[in-house]
């Protein structure tokens, strides 16, 4: 594919690959050419889906085959299992024991590895430590969180210091949330492409999939429900569209996702809420700001569930938007919560390989030209495995394989798999992990 400097122009200008920024705090200097002993450590690799992550970085990549590549976890007995079912031709994974609550093993891990991969969540309460080591040592990591609280303390705890250090922190590396993240910076980049302008509006649509959300996504969910019930501040950030942008970026006219089913002309469907749109949303939003509004000033971008045409339509959606509102309801009672958790998945549990494997996922965005309807692009993206762990696993390995090994923009900070890596990601995604980016209308 093109390069994001020949591919994304407004006006007939090529965009520069590290444009001069309004907010100068948010690019830092590149990580120093340090060597470390390994390109990536993956924490959390005796969990379900780290274990999947790991399974997929041997098939795709071997051991010590060009990626050096260690698996760590509090757990020595799990670890040396995990190893040696991984082990091949007499060749077993390096495994590292370090605990997600001692200072002294996240800064060893940290200052081993070029890019630490975590799934290890609920990240509020597992992954602070963590995160704060690499930055420190200008150690690149990765993770599949989806706690707005959470990645907001972060970034205003450790930006400054993460652009000094060289780090790059990217957040949200699953189905949450590089489908809607690269989807958009994919399309606005078709649409610079063919017609020299950004899109001013991006709906994306979840059309099918089979699968279901991980039990890591149900315990982050949870944590942040009882978080916001002590503070209203954090009730607000969730509902802010622009909660992941750095502060002073201009804010464009988005709101909140709508909770209600509502007709598509655009699609002539009627639209449900789709769960994890409120996050998705705000690290679109972020990406933009992070580029420098190089999506439009005026961009908007919301996402929905496509629930069909016709009364039976009409009837999904309000079914879908009523479980939805009555499920969430429900988990803001604490007794309540407490009863439907021990019922929903659990961090380290997920389907069987079959389940995995017969799972998919498809999503259609359509790109809106800012004055011409005609010029209107739309794209499929597809993925060959369930969302929530078979697609989620390829897609946080490859992001840190690319972080480890790929020639990427001199950035730094709290980025985005758009800002962060873009094109070579999206190149590494549909060589090797299933997923295709496919344009249907020029």
Known sequence: MPSFERRFSRSGDTLPIAPKLRYDYRW????????????????????????LVAEYLLRQYGINEGLRWAIAGRNPGKLKEIATSLGTGGCEVPRLEADSNSAKDMNRLAAQAKVVCTTVGPYAKYGSLLLGACVERGTHYCDLTAEIPWMVR????????????????????????????????????????????????????????????????????????????????????????????????????????????????????WLAPFPMAAVNTKVVRRSNALLEQAYGPDFRYDEAMLAGGGPTG???????????????????IPPLRKLLAKRLPAPGEGPGI????????????????????AKNLEVRLTGDRDPGYGSTSKMLGETAVCLAIDSLPDRAGFLTTAVAMGDPLIDRLQKNAGIKFEILHR
Not at 32 to 41: G, P, Q, S
Not at 160 to 175: D, E, K, M, N, S
Not at 326 to 332: A, E
Request: glycine share 12%; charged share 25%.
């Open 354 to 373: 079959e389940e995995r494997e017969a799972g998919y996922w498809k999503i259609r965005l359509l790109g809106v030209h800012p004055i011409d309807p």
């Open 154 to 269: 972060m970034m205003n705890q450790h930006q400054a210091q993460a652009l000094t250090t060289g780090a790059r922190i990217v957040h949200a590396c699953g189905f949450d949330s590089i489908p809607s993240d690269l989807g958009a910076f994919f399309m606005h980049s078709e649409m610079s492409r063919q017609h020299g302008v950004p899109c001013r509006r991006i709906q994306l649509r979840v059309e099918d999939f089979s699968g279901g959300f991980s039990g890591g996504t149900v315990a982050s969910l949870l944590h942040m429900m009882e978080e916001a019930e002590t503070d209203d501040r954090l009730r607000d950030l969730l509902q802010a569209p622009y909660a992941l942008d750095p502060e002073g970026s201009p804010k464009g006219a988005d709101e909140p996702e709508s909770l209600v089913p509502r007709y598509d002309e655009s699609f002539s469907q």
């Open 314 to 332: 009409l009837l999904r959606a309000a079914g879908t938007s009523v479980g939805s509102g009555l499920s969430m309801g429900l988990l803001s």
């Open 28 to 51: 830092g200097r590149s990580m120093a050419a340090n060597e470390r002993e390994f390109d990536i450590i993956l924490f959390g690799a005796t969990g379900f889906t780290g274990k």
